[in-house]
């Protein structure tokens, strides 16, 4: 599968961006998210959506992202409200069909990934 993520950018404090995904194939039995990568730090899972429509975020994003896939256009939607400093990075979204591999936790290890999008967030 080929991911392309779009929507990156740089935005104040308090702000909001929307990132997309526009996958290859088809999207509807594959676990997805969004990773994030800050210089020097390890990929960090910000958002997973199951094949059954579940998600699961971490504590640091909870009540701010939401992700949501359209099955239809074979997209992926991160939607980033109440934006902080730390939340710059490069964000990443990820696919994999193997069960036992979805879990935010471990978006960032998952099979497929695109090349990323900038988000920057001044304070």
């Known amino acids: 599968e080929q991911l392309e993520e779009s929507g990156g950018g740089s935005v104040e404090a308090g702000g909001s961006l929307r990132l997309s995904c526009a996958v290859s194939g088809y999207i509807s039995s594959y676990c997805m998210g969004w990773f994030r990568q800050a210089p020097g730090n390890w990929r960090e899972g910000v958002a997973l959506?199951?094949?059954?429509?579940?998600?699961s975020y971490p504590d640091s994003v909870k009540g701010r992202f939401t992700i949501s896939k359209d099955n239809a256009k074979n997209t992926l939607d991160l939607q980033m409200n109440s934006l902080k400093p730390e939340d710059t990075a490069a964000y990443y979204c990820?696919?994999?069909?193997?069960?036992?591999?979805?879990?935010?936790?471990?978006?960032?290890?998952?099979?497929?990934r695109g090349q990323g999008t900038q988000v920057t967030v001044s304070s």
């Open positions: 959506v199951r094949s059954d429509g579940s998600t």
């Open positions: 990820a696919a994999d069909l193997r069960p036992w591999y979805c879990y935010v936790g471990n978006v960032g290890n998952l099979k497929y």
